[in-house]
């Protein structure tokens, strides 16, 4: 089993920059293609952000492309999602998952495949990141 445990969500002004991580309790972290969503208040949950197991691939949704940054620390069971220039419409609740699937890198990394949430086995209960106007 493993554990998936968010933090660093909090509240930020428009413009501002915030960092969540995610922190895995789990010797195989390595092992596992790590990916980020965000779920707003009636709203159905939405992919932000993927990384491979190295962290040498990285995917994004396209409305946080250039102001979001995936990186992972496999020798800190961690993965980061630092965020820029935030936005009021980047409010909700940000879950991180991992995908323990193992596949080749190209089938493991499609944006069809990181962005269904089904793909992925194990999931953390967020963080709150909330963007004032």
């Known amino acids: 089993q493993v554990q998936l445990v968010e933090s660093g969500g909090g509240l930020v002004q428009t413009g501002g920059s915030l960092r969540i991580s995610c922190t895995a309790s789990?010797?195989?972290?390595?092992?596992?293609?790590m990916g980020w969503f965000r779920q707003a208040p009636g709203k159905e949950r939405e992919f932000v952000a993927s990384?491979?197991?190295?962290?040498?691939?990285?995917v994004y949704t396209l409305s946080v492309k250039g102001r979001f940054t995936i990186s992972r620390d496999n020798a800190k069971n961690t993965v980061y999602l630092q965020m820029n220039s935030l936005k009021p419409e980047d409010t909700a609740v940000y879950y991180c998952a991992a995908d323990y699937t193992q596949l080749p890198e190209s089938k493991a990394m499609e944006f069809t495949r990181v962005s269904h949430p089904p793909t992925y086995n194990y999931w953390g209960q967020g963080t709150q990141v909330t963007v004032s106007s």
């Open positions: 789990t010797r195989t972290f390595g092992d596992c293609v």
């Open positions: 990384i491979n197991w190295s962290g040498s691939k990285t």
